[in-house]
């Protein structure tokens, strides 16, 4: 195949209404994924764990809850 047929060939291809409504579609496709991704970026961030500074009302909760602890499991397992 010379190099004049093998240009007209391919530019025969890459004129195709099917391959530009392919290539046409591909791009929306892509342009709305990322645009769902970006959009959805900022409301799934990674948020740092830090404890809680405690305040006088948490100190005072933390200091009046009863601890109780009780001999009999409701389990009925017995300690060796």
Request: hydrophobic letters at 40%; proline letters at 1%.
């Amino acid at each position: 195949m010379q190099s004049s047929a093998l240009f007209e060939l391919i530019k025969q291809v890459v004129t195709s209404w099917q391959v530009i409504a392919v290539t046409v579609a591909v791009i929306l496709f892509l342009n709305l994924i990322f645009s769902i991704t970006r959009g959805r970026r900022n409301s799934f961030k990674i948020q740092k764990m830090t404890p809680k500074k405690k305040t006088k009302e948490n100190k005072k909760a933390e200091s009046t809850e009863i601890i109780t602890t009780e001999d009999d499991d409701d389990l009925g397992l017995e300690e060796a």
